[in-house]
Every structure is written in C-alpha cells, then in structure tokens.
C-alpha cells in the first residue's frame, strides 16, 4: 500500500533554532516529491520538488534532501523564524500517474516560540 | 502568490440545504483540482478536471458533484449538506512543467454543518 508517514506528529522549538522534518514513503514506482507549508486556516504552499536524481533541494532557510534508495526525505529549517509556525506536509508522486493522484503525509505541526 | 480564490472562506448552515462552494482561478490552468482536509489528517481527492467539460471523482468517495463549464471556474455542489460534511474544502490548480508539475492551492473553505 502507497504510503507516506511524517515524523515528528508536532514539534516546538524556539525561535532561532534549527530543526528537521522526517518523511518516510512506501510509494512505488517514485515521480517527485514535494514539501509544502500550510499555515493555519489556508491553503499549502509549495517549498521544494525533487524528482528521484536530485538528493538536496534549498528554498532560503528550508533545506530539503531526499534519498531514493531508503525512501527517506527530511525539510531542515535554519535559524527558524515565529512566521515558519505551520504545517509542513511531505507529498508523493508515483510515476505515470496523473498529477491528482498524489499521496500526501498528515503533516508535522511546528510551533517556533519567542 | 497564486491566483486561485475560493468562496466562502467559512460557512456554516444546517442540515438538508443545497450549497456550492466557488473555485477561480486566473492562470489559465486546465487541471483543477478538489481535496478535502480533517483537522490533523491527509488531504483526500475528491474531485478533479482536466479541462473545460472534464470531470472525474477523485480517490475519497464524495457526495458532492462538480462542474467546469469555463476553464477559470471549478465549483463544487452539495445537494442535501450533512453533519458528516464538516470539513475544509480546498481548490487547486496546477501549471504542467513534466515531473515538476507544480500545484497551486486556495485558501480553502471551511465548512460547518449544523
């Protein structure tokens, strides 16, 4: 079964702090994957695609790496700011799918304090 | 910022009544798109559309139905609203590059259903 799980559930870290997502995927064959911000009461917005040759992808202070081999992908976030509190959902395409056949993560709800 | 709107932003109403959330977008995307998201799950598709007179249902099984008879405009109706029903709406379109087709969401509809 295609799957993508997300850990930590939620995570709290203060303000300038580094910290690191996990995603985890089952899904098979592998298109891209893609991390997305959502913040409370809106919609995802896109932070990186990776397709399977790529291993690090950088938006600013988010770094995302992706390894093809363990089906494993983090989203690193530098120096983080009280505007990075948000869901980060970690999402997966399979390969020859059309594009609404993606599989999405629950998310990991971060909450940076001042 | 994307230029996808959604309409209402929040909606409460009772049971049996007919509603339709409103979707535009004015990127000249083709592919729309309708997911459904609980507090702290996976978006699910239930909805989506490749073009002007093409509508298919998505993964999540839906009672709503959907229209796109303008390539800017992908409402979603529910006949009868039900309790069950309460949830957030989101649209989406999308910009078809190959492998990094990228996806643009709304701001969503939260919708209560008393």
């Known amino acids: 079964k295609n799957q993508v799980e997300q850990s930590p559930q939620s995570l709290i870290i203060l303000e300038g702090k580094n910290c690191t997502l996990q995603?985890?995927?089952?899904?098979?064959?592998?298109?891209?994957l893609r991390w997305y911000k959502q913040d409370t009461g809106r919609g995802p917005v896109s932070l990186t695609i990776m397709t399977f040759s790529e291993n690090t992808k950088s938006n600013g202070r988010y770094t995302a790496t992706l390894d093809a081999d363990t089906k494993q992908s983090s989203l690193h976030i530098t120096a983080s700011q009280l505007s990075d509190s948000a869901s980060y959902i970690c999402?997966?395409?399979?390969?020859?799918?059309?594009?609404?056949?993606?599989?999405f993560g629950r998310g990991t709800q971060l909450t940076v304090w001042p | 910022e994307a230029d996808i709107y959604q309409t209402p932003r929040y909606l409460v109403i009772g049971t049996g009544k007919k509603i339709t959330l409103e979707c535009s977008q004015t990127?000249?995307?083709?592919?729309m798109y309708w997911y459904q998201q609980d507090p702290g799950m996976e978006l699910h598709l239930i909805h989506y559309s490749y073009g002007v007179n093409s509508t298919e249902k998505g993964d999540l099984s839906s009672e709503s139905t959907v229209s796109r008879i303008r390539t800017e405009h992908f409402p979603l109706t529910l006949e009868s609203a039900r309790p069950s029903h309460t949830s957030q709406y989101l649209c989406a379109s999308s910009d078809p590059t190959g492998n990094r087709e990228k996806l643009f969401f709304g701001s969503g509809t939260q919708l209560s259903v008393l």
């Open positions: 995603c985890n995927y089952t899904v098979s064959p592998f298109s891209n």
């Open positions: 999402v997966v395409s399979d390969r020859g799918s059309t594009l609404g056949r993606l599989y």
């Open positions: 990127m000249g995307h083709d592919k």
